[in-house]
């Protein structure tokens, strides 16, 4: 399971809170097919209202890639990417 932690500024820089509200969308592709993920908002201290957990699992070496948009707008000028490498297998 992976982990992408996203922390939400207004323009003047101050924290925004975000909730299950918002209309927050983070699309994860690899191959041209969306990855399933999770969100939780908030962190476990206070004053950390503004972050949001999104959680995943690579099933699959390569590059992903991660589109967050706020009410349709990505919050970035284009999407990013991150590379996930091979590695050894954990069994639990």
């Known amino acids: 399971m992976k982990f992408l932690l996203f922390q939400f500024y207004r323009l003047n820089?101050?924290?925004?809170?975000?909730?299950?509200?918002?209309?927050?969308?983070?699309e994860i592709m690899h191959n041209n097919t969306f990855?399933?993920?999770?969100?939780?908002?908030?962190?476990?201290?206070?004053?950390?209202?503004?972050?949001?957990?999104?959680?995943?699992?690579?099933r699959e070496a390569g590059i992903y890639t991660i589109s967050v948009l706020v009410q349709g707008t990505l919050i970035r000028d284009r999407p990013f990417t991150k590379t996930f490498l091979p590695g050894a297998i954990n069994i639990y």
């Open 13 to 26: 820089s101050t924290p925004y809170p975000v909730s299950a509200e918002d209309y927050i969308l983070v």
């Open 35 to 58: 990855i399933k993920s999770s969100r939780e908002y908030g962190g476990e201290k206070w004053g950390q209202g503004n972050m949001m957990k999104v959680s995943f699992t690579v």
